[in-house]
């Protein structure tokens, strides 16, 4: 893929230096409180220095459960778009790209043009991100297959592709996992024989150590662990165990059996200082992980990839509230052939799934009190069927039901046909960009406070996860157009842009209009030059 020319802002709150990106930025928000009976909104305003490093590095990734359907198929779209591959189906020749990822395959509007016709460019040109052809992966899976008999079994990828890869893959054999059948299915206990065997404190020191050589081994700068292995069952949560990372050690050296192996990676992964993030909907990060990170100053995010059928659920029902119509009713039904139906015909796993896809609509639904009582909540049903024949095209069938003027009813019914593997691996590969862009950016109000980091729980990868973590006490987020519009934001406020109002007065209001037309409109003086923080190169 051609590599794409970088963003240059002209402005006096934009500072530009070999190392950092620097920004003065007026984050604005508005104070809502009550008086009696009346509603008093106050605007408030903080000034913020945001930096962001402009050096990428060297970045590997490493996925628990490689040699999976998701961990083979990007691995292939990696390579396939590195080399720039063609290859011939029934329908003719197809072209290697990154359709579906948000970096690669998205745009935002920047601005507007001398006429005032919105100006679009690809989100990857924003801000320094790492270019996906310069990824190094590596990975663990219980299964000793290589990428390329991986790939073959996945049954996902286009045969003619599958030739040209094929020679590559097959030098690519994932690590050695952990296994433990208490935690998944019983039914792929016939693939697990590429195993790190003893305690599970002796799996977390092999597990750091595959992450040790694997940096050493490529040089990298940095390593992103991400897991795309089985659904786990939840674990069970229990004080003095999951609650502290104090607790969690102890646990891990007493082979607590309530320690599950995404923990385990996890834990493995910080005290690497590596990002973690967690693609599956187990409860993999407990409070003890996330004070892990915290403590380690490095990040996690999760859970479960966000594929098309729970965008268009957020999506739906955000339209739905948002019109003033009252969704009542949401049926998912689900049915696919490939191993992560396999595992999910399992109760408990299922009871994982089940769990992250009802919670989806939650917030969009609490923002309306005029249409839901306090407690009040749609009717949220969720089935997952196994069906070894559609392999990894899995159908999803949903019904939402809705009230509309005087309690009569609306029902709109969605069938999906979709690739899993094709709509998860471009929400892998942002995930991994755009955690190790965020990780990248920091921020600080007065140049007395040292720079700080986000929160160790990296919130803001929402958009791409099904039920995403946030940090204590803060709101979860579900509406897919606010977490697409937060990630958009947090790029722009970097480089001391405000964020899209989408108001057009320019083309509303008669002199805007004329300033447009004759010019004027650009010559505009700028508002007073805020004082640059670093203006003396402090950094």
């Known amino acids: 893929m051609e590599k794409s020319p970088s963003l240059v802002i002209t402005s006096p709150n934009v500072k530009y230096t070999d190392e950092y990106i620097y920004s003065d930025y007026q984050y604005e928000e508005t104070l809502v409180t009550r008086n009696g009976d009346d509603i008093v909104a106050k605007p408030i305003r903080k000034s913020l220095n945001i930096r962001?490093?402009?050096?990428?590095?060297?970045?590997?990734?490493?996925?628990?459960?490689?040699?999976?359907?998701?961990?083979?198929?990007?691995?292939?779209?990696?390579?396939?778009?590195?080399?720039?591959?063609?290859?011939?189906?029934?329908?003719?020749?197809?072209?290697?790209?990154w359709v579906g990822s948000i970096t690669q395959a998205s745009t935002v509007r920047l601005g507007f043009d001398e006429k005032g016709n919105d100006?679009?460019?690809p989100m990857c040109n924003l801000l320094p991100m790492i270019h996906p052809d310069d990824l190094v992966i590596d990975g663990w899976d219980i299964s000793p297959l290589n990428l390329a008999e991986s790939m073959v079994r996945a049954k996902v990828i286009d045969y003619d592709l599958q030739q040209k890869l094929k020679k590559e893959m097959a030098t690519m054999k994932p690590r050695p996992a952990i296994y433990d059948p208490d935690f998944i299915a019983a039914n792929q206990a016939d693939r697990a024989t590429n195993l790190i065997r003893g305690t599970r404190h002796e799996q977390y020191l092999q597990v750091r150590a595959d992450i040790k050589n694997f940096r050493d081994k490529n040089k990298l700068d940095k390593v992103i662990v991400l897991w795309t292995a089985n659904t786990e069952r939840f674990c069970e949560v229990r004080a003095g165990v999951h609650d502290t990372s104090e607790n969690l050690e102890r646990a891990l050296r007493d082979n607590d059996p309530e320690i599950s192996p995404s923990t385990i990676f996890a834990l493995a992964a910080i005290d690497e200082n590596c990002i973690y993030i967690n693609g599956s909907p187990q409860n993999t990060l407990v409070a003890g992980v996330v004070e892990r990170a915290e403590l380690r100053g490095t990040f996690v995010a999760g859970d479960d990839f966000?594929?098309?059928?729970?965008?268009?659920?957020?999506?739906?029902?955000?339209?739905?509230?948002?019109?003033?119509?009252?969704?009542?009713?949401?049926?998912?039904?689900?049915?696919?052939?490939?191993?992560?139906?396999?595992?999910?015909?399992?109760?408990?796993?299922?009871?994982?799934?089940?769990?992250?896809?009802?919670?989806?609509?939650?917030?969009?639904?609490?923002?309306?009190?005029?249409?839901?009582?306090?407690?009040?909540?749609?009717?949220?049903?969720?089935?997952?069927?196994?069906?070894?024949?559609?392999?990894?095209?899995?159908?999803?069938?949903?019904?939402?039901?809705?009230?509309?003027?005087?309690h009569g009813t609306n029902t709109l019914v969605v069938h999906n046909t979709c690739e899993?593997?094709?709509?998860?691996?471009?929400?892998?590969?942002?995930?991994?960009?755009?955690?190790?862009?965020?990780?990248?950016?920091?921020?600080?109000?007065?140049?007395?406070?040292?720079?700080?980091?986000?929160?160790?729980?990296?919130?803001?990868?929402?958009?791409?996860?099904?039920?995403?973590?946030?940090?204590?006490?803060?709101?979860?987020?579900?509406?897919?157009?606010?977490?697409?519009?937060?990630?958009?934001?947090?790029?722009?406020a970097a480089l001391a842009l405000q964020p899209n109002h989408h108001m057009q007065l320019e083309h509303k209001i008669p002199f805007l209009m004329s300033e447009l037309q004759s010019g004027a409109l650009f010559n505009s003086p700028p508002n007073k030059k805020q004082k640059l923080a670093h203006a003396n190169g402090d950094q």
């Open 119 to 121: 100006v679009h460019i």
């Open 420 to 492: 899993d593997s094709l709509l998860a691996v471009p929400l892998i590969l942002d995930l991994v960009l755009l955690a190790d862009l965020f990780a990248r950016m920091s921020f600080r109000d007065t140049e007395a406070r040292p720079w700080s980091s986000m929160h160790a729980v990296m919130s803001p990868l929402a958009y791409l996860l099904k039920a995403p973590l946030v940090p204590a006490g803060a709101p979860v987020v579900n509406a897919l157009f606010k977490q697409r519009a937060n990630i958009e934001n947090l790029m722009r």
């Open 306 to 406: 966000k594929s098309g059928q729970t965008k268009l659920k957020s999506v739906l029902v955000d339209f739905l509230v948002s019109a003033g119509l009252k969704p009542v009713s949401i049926v998912s039904y689900n049915h696919l052939g490939n191993n992560d139906g396999k595992n999910l015909s399992a109760p408990k796993q299922f009871r994982s799934k089940e769990i992250t896809k009802s919670n989806v609509v939650d917030d969009m639904v609490e923002s309306n009190s005029i249409l839901y009582k306090p407690g009040e909540k749609p009717d949220h049903v969720v089935v997952i069927k196994y069906v070894p024949y559609v392999g990894d095209s899995k159908r999803a069938m949903d019904e939402y039901t809705s009230e509309i003027l005087l």
């Open 52 to 97: 962001t490093e402009r050096k990428v590095g060297k970045v590997g990734v490493m996925l628990v459960g490689w040699g999976g359907n998701n961990g083979s198929t990007f691995t292939a779209a990696v390579l396939a778009n590195r080399h720039q591959l063609s290859w011939n189906t029934k329908n003719g020749q197809m072209d290697s790209n």
